[in-house]
């Protein structure tokens, strides 16, 4: 959230500012006629032209879609009558057309200005995906060296010994008395003892 935070804070800024401080410019009599330009163009301006710059940037992003009507709200309390029951219904109507435009941003901003971030990212992707096929690459070589390790080839083993003989021979029971096994042992603690 911290870093989401981060990429919102300037534009964020910007455009509370925009709304706080363009009102202050029509408070006078002469100018106070071209209010309306304010409320229908510059600040749906604003926010078109700061979701764009911001989507060419980092992304489609609807959640920054608010900022705009989030930022109306303290100048509609301030200059526009807030919720009284005159201006209810234009306010909430400049509110909805703020979110709007903030999403219309977006667009223009993914469409028009982002293939500069979208080639950025595929060249990315692909340094990612290059990674990772060497990286499995590698894993097959490793891998194949620790079989070639494990199993001992007998392929040029001039070994002439019949192993297939003396694994039969392993398989025959033992028919010996119990008299031969105990001369047997005999022989071979007096062998030891030597």
């Known amino acids: 959230m ?13 455009v509370f500012a925009i709304f706080l401080v363009v009102p202050m410019l029509f408070k006078n009599e002469m100018m106070a006629k071209f209010y309306p330009v304010a409320l229908y163009f510059i600040f749906p301006g604003t926010a078109i032209v700061s979701s764009a710059l911001f989507c060419a940037k980092y992304g489609l992003d609807f959640l920054f879609a608010l900022i705009a009507p989030i930022s109306f709200i ?73 079989t070639q390790k494990e199993s001992p ?26 008299a031969e096994i105990d001369d047997i042992l005999s022989e071979f603690g007096s062998n030891r003892r030597r």
């Open 2 to 14: 911290n870093g989401t935070l981060k990429k919102y804070m300037p534009y964020a800024v910007t």
């Open 74 to 146: 303290p100048s509609m309390l301030i200059y526009n009558g807030g919720f009284g029951s005159e201006y209810i219904m234009a306010n909430i109507l400049l509110v909805a057309v703020y979110l709007v435009a903030g999403i219309f941003g977006l667009f223009v901003g993914d469409i028009a200005l982002g293939d500069k971030r979208r080639r950025k990212e595929d060249k990315e992707k692909a340094e990612a995906e290059e990674f990772m096929l060497e990286a499995k690459r590698r894993d097959e070589r490793e891998k194949e060296k620790r």
């Open 153 to 178: 080839s007998y392929e040029n083993d001039d070994d002439d010994f019949d192993y297939d003989k003396y694994l039969s021979d392993i398989d025959k029971p033992v028919t010996a008395s119990d």
